[in-house]
């Protein structure tokens, strides 16, 4: 590497370091003392920097906690479009997620300490589910640009793109969601496979069965959000329709 691109690489870091250490502060607070609780001056002079400072990089408080999820969008839409170009556009995006939870160096949710936590706040506290809601719909606009490349399609026309991105990240978001509700830091991958495989004519057409699903912790409270059909066969529903879909299409 050339001594001219060290220095700014060398200059980025140091520029991320107190926005790092706003979001760790921010994030540590928040788990710690619950979200009311916590002051944006408390957050500022917990990571050794002023209010002004703060101001620089967050809008709130809720933004400063949830940063470090900010990243993730960015890493599935680096593997969104590593993909095969031959390959269609929903399987595409249904791939790439599970290439980012399969990359222990892309340190995936399940594999991150406390994010399974901070996501368990989010959903009780509206202004941070809010900010996360936020921070999603900025990595989907992203991937419409990326599947419309794919399409050869110009999203501001053509619908496509944006359907492709919208049932993509609808699953990823259900499985989230029972992931958190369910009590299993350690299911999201298979989960995210029932919620792609849930993706089916079967949700059209008629009754499906519901996979079973293992009991939490507290066996006499239902604490799981309604269960995500599909199968977990070896080869899924949802890529035998996508790949038939883009045949016909």
Same mark, same amino acid.
């Given at each position: 590497?050339?001594?001219?691109? &060290?220095?700014?690489?060398?200059?980025?870091? &140091?520029?991320?370091?107190?926005?790092?250490?706003?979001?760790?502060?921010?994030?540590?607070?928040?788990?710690?003392?619950?979200?009311?609780?916590?002051?944006?001056?408390?957050?500022?002079?917990?990571?050794?920097?002023?209010?002004?400072?703060?101001?620089?990089?967050?809008?709130? &408080?809720?933004?400063?906690?949830?940063?470090?999820?900010?990243?993730?969008?960015?890493?599935?839409?680096?593997?969104?479009?590593?993909?095969?170009?031959?390959?269609?556009?929903?399987?595409?995006?249904?791939?790439?997620?599970?290439?980012?939870?399969?990359?222990?160096?892309?340190?995936?949710?399940?594999?991150?300490?406390?994010?399974?936590?901070?996501?368990?706040?989010?959903?009780?506290?509206?202004?941070?589910?809010?900010?996360?809601?936020?921070?999603?719909?900025?990595?989907?606009?992203?991937?419409?640009?990326?599947?419309?490349?794919?399409?050869?399609?110009?999203?501001?026309?053509?619908?496509?793109?944006?359907?492709?991105?919208?049932?993509?990240?609808?699953?990823?978001?259900?499985?989230?969601?029972?992931?958190?509700?369910?009590?299993?830091?350690?299911?999201?991958?298979?989960?995210?496979?029932?919620?792609?495989?849930?993706?089916?004519?079967?949700?059209?057409?008629?009754?499906?069965?519901?996979?079973?699903?293992?009991?939490?912790?507290?066996?006499?409270?239902?604490?799981?959000?309604?269960?995500?059909?599909?199968?977990?066969?070896?080869?899924?529903?949802?890529?035998?329709?996508?790949?038939?879909?883009?045949?016909?299409?």
């Amino acid at each position: 590497m050339s001594p001219e691109r &060290k220095i700014p690489e060398r200059r980025g870091r &140091k520029a991320r370091r107190p926005r790092d250490t706003l979001a760790q502060a921010a994030c540590e607070l928040v788990l710690g003392r619950g979200l009311r609780n916590v002051t944006v001056e408390e957050i500022a002079e917990a990571a050794d920097v002023d209010r002004r400072t703060f101001s620089r990089y967050f809008a709130s &408080k809720e933004a400063a906690a949830l940063d470090s999820l900010r990243g993730d969008g960015d890493r599935i839409n680096a593997a969104l479009r590593a993909r095969p170009a031959d390959e269609p556009p929903l399987l595409a995006y249904r791939r790439a997620v599970l290439d980012w939870l399969g990359d222990p160096a892309a340190e995936p949710w399940h594999l991150r300490p406390r994010i399974f936590d901070l996501l368990v706040v989010a959903e009780e506290e509206p202004t941070l589910y809010a900010a996360f809601h936020h921070i999603r719909v900025d990595a989907q606009e992203d991937s419409v640009v990326i599947v419309a490349a794919r399409l050869g399609a110009d999203p501001r026309r053509d619908i496509r793109p944006a359907v492709t991105v919208a049932a993509g990240a609808g699953a990823l978001l259900a499985a989230q969601a029972a992931w958190v509700r369910g009590g299993r830091p350690d299911a999201l991958p298979d989960l995210v496979t029932e919620a792609f495989d849930a993706l089916t004519a079967d949700l059209l057409e008629g009754p499906y069965a519901a996979p079973e699903r293992p009991a939490t912790a507290d066996a006499g409270t239902t604490t799981g959000a309604t269960p995500i059909a599909g199968t977990t066969s070896t080869t899924s529903t949802t890529e035998a329709v996508a790949e038939g879909t883009e045949a016909t299409s």
